[in-house]
T-cell receptor
């Protein structure tokens, strides 16, 4: 099993360009998440999905869109990139949502995005 | 709103014991998780507490006091490879985690 994979690993964009980050998981997890990580800020949730065809906003959703057309894939889109979106983006997935049961999130290797 | 507080940096000697504290304020609470992240790597799950008390997993233990909105991660017999960032995270509903800003642990010889 590959676990959680992310494409691409690195990307440099110019302000105003668009791109899509792809996350794929082969663990049959229902829940998938997109985070961004900036120095000194920890991980901040952008959007998440609780199942195929569903998405919800997280803590910092502005400037991003997501889609979950297939259970194993979760796409993060930047329609018009801005320098403030320079960050490391992590995708994660998890299985359990029951109270009291460990909600282990499995993270992908990250995408390092620079917007000039 | 929600907030988690943890020290930004901790330094300890190889072989020693170190405790990383986390206090939280949240409108909903299902449990407290701990994740480890090495430089340039992805976060990996370490431990989870839904109820008060101590959970032990090898050299790592995690404690939770729901009444005090407080938890800690205890690392014993520190090894050089334990140098990493450690994040506490609150599970506030059935789905999402809210992460703290992380504690950078440096283990010295």
């Amino acid at each position: 099993n590959a676990g959680v994979t992310q494409t691409p690993k690195f990307r440099v964009l110019k302000t105003g360009q668009s791109m899509t980050l792809l996350c794929a998981q082969d663990m049959n997890h229902e829940y998938m998440y997109w985070y961004r990580q900036d120095p000194g800020m920890g991980l901040r949730l952008i959007h998440y999905s609780v199942g195929e065809g569903t998405t919800a906003k997280g803590e910092v959703p502005d400037g991003y869109n997501v889609s979950r057309l297939k259970k194993q894939n979760f796409l993060l889109g930047l329609e018009s990139a801005a320098p403030s979106q320079t960050s490391v983006y992590f995708c994660a997935s998890s299985f359990s949502r029951l109270a009291g049961v460990p909600d282990t999130q499995y993270f992908g290797p990250g995408t390092r995005l620079t917007v000039l | 709103g929600q907030s988690l507080e943890q020290p930004s940096e901790v330094t300890a000697v190889e072989g020693a014991i170190v405790q990383i504290n986390c206090t939280y304020q949240t409108s909903g609470f299902y449990g407290l998780s701990w994740y480890q992240q090495h430089d340039g790597g992805a976060p990996t799950f370490l431990s989870y507490n839904a109820l008060d008390g101590l959970e032990e997993t090898g050299r790592f233990s995690s404690f939770l006091s729901r009444s005090d909105s407080y938890g800690y991660l205890l690392l014993q017999e520190l090894q050089m490879k334990d140098s990493a960032s450690y994040f506490c995270a609150v599970r506030k509903d059935g789905y999402a985690l809210n992460f703290g800003k992380g504690t950078s642990l440096l283990v010295t010889p």
